[in-house]
T-cell receptor
Framework: SQQGEEDPQALSIQEGENATMNCSYK?????LQWYRQNSGRGLVHLIL?????REKHSGRLRVTLDTSKKSSSLLITASRAADTASYFC??????????FGSGTRLQVQP | DAGVIQSPRHEVTEMGQEVTLRCKPI?????LFWYRQTMMRGLELLIY????????DSGMPEDRFSAKMPNASFSTLKIQPSEPRDSAVYFC????????????FGQGTRLTVV
């Protein structure tokens, strides 16, 4: 079974709007990472947040982490059509291999 | 570096045939991971290696699956005999040993077993 669940499963927004994706996980983590996957391609790392951090920014990306609720969110501000992709959270639970969530499919309409 | 390189990109084979997927990790990375992606089960870890040694193969679905890493620059995932339910996209990824570092993924091999 998957370690993480993401919601929504799919999200459709207009260009310029913000997109928020949520991830919930089940066990303790060392860090949580977010990845992006374009159709037919491999996953690309976006951002990493450690368990002792609460918020992190990278360009138009903002990630929050609440370890008490075992949840994280990814916010993409001022979305662009090129942001259309699937987004996955990935948990580093200490065993070195990442466990991935179920993913959110984001569609940004131009 | 060209990144993680997987071959072939696409493979169509008949049920019962042997399939071998190949991966070249990023030079200097000492962790290598094999994942499988399907619509139903998402991304599943199959096996991972550290310094060419298999560390955790608990995700390998059956004895029909085997993986090797004969050296730091090459790994194979073999399915023998293949079955239609093995149809999926298989990803190889590599990373450095420092805790908390990102994984770099290849483009994947789309396997179709008919």
């Amino acid at each position: 079974s998957q370690q993480g669940e993401e919601d929504p499963q799919a999200l459709s927004i207009q260009e310029g709007e913000n997109a928020t994706m949520n991830c919930s996980y089940k066990t303790s983590i060392n860090n949580l990472q977010w990845y992006r996957q374009n159709s037919g391609r491999g996953l690309v790392h976006l951002i990493l947040i450690r368990s002792n951090e609460r918020e992190k920014h990278s360009g138009r990306l903002r990630v929050t982490l609440d370890t008490s609720k075992k949840s994280s969110s990814l916010l993409i501000t001022a979305s662009r059509a090129a942001d259309t992709a699937s987004y996955f959270c990935a948990m580093d639970t200490g065993r070195r291999a990442l466990t991935f969530g179920s993913g959110t499919r984001l569609q940004v309409q131009p | 570096d060209a990144g993680v390189i997987q071959s072939p990109r696409h493979e169509v084979t008949e049920m019962g045939q042997e399939v071998t997927l190949r991966c070249k990790p990023i030079s200097g990375h000492d962790y290598l991971f094999w994942y499988r992606q399907t619509m139903m089960r998402g991304l599943e870890l199959l096996i991972y290696f550290n310094n060419n040694v298999p560390i955790d193969d608990s995700g390998m679905p059956e004895d029909r699956f085997s993986a090797k890493m004969p050296n730091a620059s090459f790994s194979t995932l073999k399915i023998q005999p293949s079955e239609p339910r093995d149809s999926a996209v298989y990803f190889c990824a590599s990373s450095l040993s420092d805790s908390g570092t990102e994984a770099f993924f290849g483009q994947g091999t789309r396997l179709t077993v008919v």
